[in-house]
């Protein structure tokens, strides 16, 4: 009798992914510090944003998906259901632009939308923070592997990652074992990517929430994997799943770096300025110009822009962002990120809120600035800005910035992050609160519990008006 040769057993593109997700403590607080930055800067703008149009919808929203004791949102602090606890503070952190950036050989995104996820679950779950440090980590790592493989040209957007990152770091938070582990990977990665539409031409308030509706499917993942519901493991990663849209997908289920500093959490930028993390270097130089030509006491006639070769930069400077009449549209538009900088010496979230974008001078401004989107990149992540401006007596002013404050080669120090996370608490919240929050997220130990962590922050319900 002829038997049929064995078979050996193929290990699943979720199996090898889900043992990534579920690495060791001591290999994923390897970044613990920085995690603890990101998480107070993500608060930080988070609580910026409360009073923004888009963040009372989200909390509208964030309600009929069914109240609750799960977890309270970052916008409302409203109890709710663990599923609008995410809707609700997803739509905070990313309302004013002002959270993380990072881009790579690949697409660029703001990884830090992955805290609504993670702070939402961890409140759910009783997590301690250092449970919760972890899976930022994993989930950030696995987020940004991810934005590395996109094409920055391709019509797919970076909340694409939402859903795969998201389950990533959802599944260290309930616990869940191996198995489970997989198959709610395995469900998220094959719900679809995001489309790249969402932020063309007049940027609709949605962007403000797409990053949270990506992740919904991964928070539903996780709590049928734990149910016991089964999910594609052999097909998620193949053509007809991941692979469909994703170039190589099995390089996401690499091991950890066992050096931190290969880790690509290490390249994350923490923003200076509250707008597009293309924008940064160019905000930047515009606010030195701003200085320089107040010192040299003439009067700018011109200003000539050189940034860094990229389409979405071109996209970005085109006449299309020339009069903005929305405050999204005006955080993607550098004509009106860098008249206002080029004005007033700064950009700062206030300037959104009273309009500023539309006053006459800024406007006049605008029409100064010509754009040329010719510089080569240096390197990835690196734009970069130079300006030369015309005085009126014929004087010629040039400023040059490669790396703006935030960039991961020239860091907010510990004393410019704090100045951000004040600044963002000004008027919203008391400043025993907000000094308390602050060292309670950089300095506390790793078994307090998040949902205490968070006191200070959620105590109260915010009046939020639709």
Same mark, same amino acid.
């Given at each position: 009798?002829?038997?049929?040769p064995?078979?050996?057993?193929?290990?699943?593109?979720?199996?090898?992914?889900?043992?990534?997700?579920?690495?060791?403590?001591?290999?994923?607080?390897?970044?613990?510090?920085?995690?603890r930055?990101?998480?107070?800067?993500?608060?930080?703008?988070?609580? %910026?944003? #409360?009073?923004? &149009?888009?963040?009372?919808?989200? @909390?509208? *929203?964030? $309600?009929?998906?069914?109240? /609750?004791?799960? =977890?309270r949102?970052?916008?409302?602090?409203?109890?709710?259901?663990?599923?609008?606890?995410?809707?609700?503070?997803?739509?905070?952190?990313?309302?004013?632009?002002?959270?993380?950036?990072?881009?790579?050989?690949?697409?660029?995104?703001?990884?830090?939308?992955?805290?609504?996820?993670?702070?939402?679950?961890?409140?759910?779950?009783?997590?301690?923070?250092?449970?919760?440090?972890?899976?930022?980590?994993?989930?950030?790592?696995?987020?940004?592997?991810?934005?590395?493989?996109?094409?920055?040209?391709?019509?797919?957007?970076?909340?694409?990652?939402?859903?795969?990152?998201?389950?990533?770091?959802?599944?260290?938070?309930?616990?869940?074992?191996?198995?489970?582990?997989?198959?709610?990977?395995?469900?998220?990665?094959?719900?679809?990517?995001?489309?790249? %539409?969402? #932020?063309?031409? &007049?940027?609709?308030?949605?962007? @403000?929430? *797409?990053? $949270?509706?990506?992740?919904? /499917?991964?928070? =539903?993942?996780?709590?049928?994997?734990?149910?016991?519901m089964?999910?594609?493991?052999?097909?998620?990663?193949?053509?007809?799943?991941?692979?469909?849209?994703?170039?190589?997908?099995?390089?996401?289920?690499?091991?950890?770096?066992?050096?931190?500093?290969?880790?690509?959490?290490?390249?994350?930028?923490?923003?200076?300025?509250?707008?597009i993390?293309?924008?940064?270097?160019?905000?930047?130089?515009?606010?030195?110009?701003?200085?320089?030509?107040?010192?040299?006491?003439?009067?700018?006639?011109?200003?000539?822009?050189?940034?860094t070769?990229?389409?979405?930069?071109?996209?970005?400077?085109?006449?299309?962002?020339?009069?903005p009449?929305?405050?999204?549209?005006?955080?993607?538009?550098?004509?009106?990120?860098?008249?206002?900088?080029?004005?007033?010496?700064?950009?700062?979230?206030?300037?959104?809120?009273?309009?500023?974008?539309?006053?006459?001078?800024?406007?006049?401004?605008?029409?100064?600035?010509?754009?040329?989107?010719?510089?080569?990149?240096?390197?990835?992540?690196?734009?970069?800005?130079?300006?030369?401006?015309?005085?009126?007596?014929?004087?010629?002013?040039?400023?040059?910035?490669?790396?703006?404050?935030?960039?991961?080669?020239?860091?907010?120090?510990?004393?410019?992050?704090?100045?951000?996370?004040?600044?963002?608490?000004?008027?919203?919240?008391?400043?025993g609160?907000?000094?308390?929050?602050?060292?309670?997220?950089?300095h506390?130990?790793?078994?307090?519990?998040v949902?205490?962590?968070?006191q200070?922050?959620?105590?109260?319900?915010?009046?939020?008006?639709?």
């Amino acid at each position: 009798m002829t038997h049929p040769p064995a078979t050996v057993p193929v290990t699943s593109f979720a199996e090898c992914l889900a043992r990534v997700c579920l690495a060791p403590a001591s290999v994923v607080l390897k970044h613990e510090a920085w995690v603890r930055a990101l998480l107070l800067d993500t608060l930080g703008c988070a609580v %910026a944003a #409360r009073g923004h &149009a888009a963040v009372a919808h989200a @909390a509208v *929203a964030a $309600a009929a998906l069914g109240a /609750g004791t799960a =977890a309270r949102g970052l916008g409302s602090a409203l109890p709710l259901s663990a599923s609008g606890a995410v809707l609700d503070s997803g739509a905070a952190i990313r309302a004013l632009d002002y959270n993380d950036f990072y881009w790579g050989p690949g697409i660029g995104g703001h990884p830090s939308d992955l805290f609504a996820v993670g702070l939402s679950l961890a409140q759910r779950e009783r997590s301690a923070l250092g449970e919760f440090l972890g899976a930022m980590a994993v989930g950030y790592e696995i987020y940004l592997r991810i934005l590395d493989r996109m094409d920055a040209d391709g019509a797919f957007d970076h909340t694409s990652a939402m859903g795969l990152a998201g389950a990533a770091l959802g599944a260290r938070l309930m616990r869940l074992d191996e198995t489970r582990t997989a198959h709610a990977l395995a469900m998220a990665a094959v719900l679809g990517p995001s489309m790249y %539409a969402l #932020r063309q031409g &007049a940027i609709c308030e949605a962007k @403000a929430a *797409a990053p $949270a509706l990506a992740s919904l /499917g991964a928070l =539903a993942a996780l709590d049928l994997a734990r149910a016991g519901m089964t999910g594609p493991v052999h097909a998620a990663g193949g053509p007809r799943g991941l692979g469909g849209w994703l170039p190589e997908p099995q390089a996401l289920a690499a091991p950890l770096e066992a050096t931190p500093a290969a880790w690509r959490l290490a390249h994350v930028s923490i923003k200076r300025y509250p707008c597009i993390g293309t924008a940064q270097a160019a905000v930047h130089a515009a606010c030195e110009m701003h200085r320089a030509v107040r010192a040299a006491g003439g009067t700018l006639e011109a200003v000539q822009v050189r940034l860094t070769r990229s389409t979405l930069i071109a996209h970005q400077t085109s006449d299309a962002y020339r009069r903005p009449d929305d405050r999204e549209t005006a955080d993607h538009s550098f004509f009106s990120l860098m008249s206002m900088a080029l004005c007033d010496g700064d950009l700062t979230p206030g300037q959104f809120e009273r309009g500023r974008y539309r006053d006459p001078d800024v406007l006049r401004m605008s029409d100064r600035l010509g754009f040329d989107v010719t510089l080569p990149p240096r390197e990835a992540g690196q734009f970069c800005a130079e300006l030369q401006a015309r005085l009126d007596d014929g004087r010629v002013i040039d400023v040059a910035v490669d790396r703006p404050p935030g960039h991961p080669l020239a860091p907010l120090s510990a004393d410019e992050l704090l100045r951000k996370w004040r600044a963002c608490c000004e008027g919203r919240i008391g400043a025993g609160a907000r000094d308390a929050l602050a060292q309670a997220c950089l300095h506390d130990p790793l078994d307090v519990p998040v949902e205490r962590l968070l006191q200070p922050l959620l105590q109260v319900p915010i009046d939020i008006e639709p």
